[in-house]
């Protein structure tokens, strides 16, 4: 049986390959053929280690099975943070583990996290066109929608099923429970989309306003600006003639050249700005709501312990279900992430419906 260090190797070399082949541009599909030859080359050197055959690779995990379908169902772009995330993770284990060993710490131990940017920097045929959209779209996934789904489900299910075990334990499952059911629903899905209009909002007024004074800025100090930019490509390495001659000529249109100061000099992405509130909202509104709903549906044909008994089995499915679905992102085990979701849940359920049946006792 192989280790879990190196399925994690195998797994990346597989979803780099799938987001090869699925990729149309032909220099960003190169650079993830290269990452996948990279990790396939650390997975064989693992198994050498090991003295296990590194002649055919093992299959990919089933997690990395279910992120491929992921990308195929919702598009590729989704599972690049989440190897992003196992390169860093590997990072990390690796400068642990010479930590604890008392081994020299070289500065290099990050550099696996580093690579795919350097194969960027460091490719010819890289267009500038390219390198932008590849980082625009790997911002794009840093919270990317699959996330947001698995946790605002979990919100919306541990918070409901904490309220309405709650209100079961005060009335024994009676009637009552069905209208705080819903109105926690109602309640928790306005407020959480509520948030997410004011967070999205609010950033976008913030990154406006600098925006603004970054073009009032151009319009009245253009030399200045110019030799920001001169400073910025000097900074990536680019000769301080072949810098200025740049910048001198970004800034014959200006909204290029305000383009890139807010890229650079603010870490403003302007199409980042486009994005709808009130479909974040909403989107946060839906999320909360299907994790919520779960521990109620019970109470619309139920009454009683057979109501909060079923309850407690469809919330104990849907806790377990989160915790599988968030090992997507952990790489942790399987039954070890859903059967931990569940006991805390039912945990946090168990004490509510305690705390219920002490202060139902006491109104009676």
């Not at 080359?41 to 992120?67: E, T």
């Not at 990308?71 to 284990?93: N, P, R």
């Not at 010479?98 to 940017?117: P, S």
Request: hydrophobic share 45%; aromatic share 8%; with cysteine.
């Amino acid at each position: 049986m192989i280790s879990k260090s190196i399925q994690t190797e195998i797994d990346a070399c597989y979803l780099y390959h799938r987001l090869a082949e699925h990729e149309a541009d032909p220099v960003i599909a190169e650079v993830f053929h290269k990452m996948s030859e990279i990790e396939k080359g650390h997975a064989v050197s693992f198994l050498k280690a090991h003295h296990l055959n590194a002649d055919v690779l093992p299959p990919p995990s089933l997690r990395a099975k279910i992120l491929d379908r992921i990308g195929a169902w919702f598009g590729y772009d989704y599972i690049l943070d989440i190897l992003m995330d196992t390169e860093k993770s590997i990072s990390k284990a690796i400068v642990t583990e010479k930590i604890k060993r008392n081994l020299e710490l070289t500065g290099n131990e990050n550099n696996h996290v580093k690579i795919l940017q350097s194969i960027l920097d460091n490719e010819q045929k890289v267009s500038g066109s390219a390198f932008t959209r590849f980082e625009k779209r790997h911002r794009s996934v840093g919270g990317n929608a699959i996330r947001a789904a698995v946790l605002g489900g979990n919100d919306g299910l541990v918070s409901n099923f904490s309220l309405v075990m709650g209100v079961a334990g005060a009335t024994d499952g009676q009637s009552g429970v069905l209208i705080s059911g819903l109105a926690g629903l109602l309640a928790g899905a306005l407020s959480m989309s509520l948030g997410e209009w004011i967070s999205v909002k609010s950033s976008q007024e913030v990154y406006e306003n600098q925006m603004e004074i970054e073009m009032e800025e151009l319009e009245q100090n253009p030399e200045g600006e110019r030799q920001e930019l001169a400073l910025i490509y000097i900074a990536k390495g680019i000769p301080p003639d072949q810098a200025h001659e740049m910048s001198h000529e970004l800034m014959l249109d200006k909204t290029k050249a305000h383009e890139m100061l807010i890229k650079e000099e603010l870490g403003i992405n302007a199409e980042e700005l486009k994005g709808s509130p009130m479909e974040a909202a909403l989107f946060s509104f839906f999320l909360f709501a299907i994790g919520a709903v779960i521990p109620v549906i019970p109470f619309f044909f139920l009454q009683g312990m057979n109501a909060i008994y079923l309850s407690v089995i469809l919330s104990a499915f849907g806790l377990f279900a989160i915790g599988a679905a968030i090992t997507l992102f952990t790489g942790k085990g399987f039954w070890y992430s859903g059967l931990r979701q569940v006991f805390f849940g039912l945990a946090a359920a168990a004490i509510t419906f305690s705390i219920g049946k002490l202060i139902g006792v006491a109104v009676n």
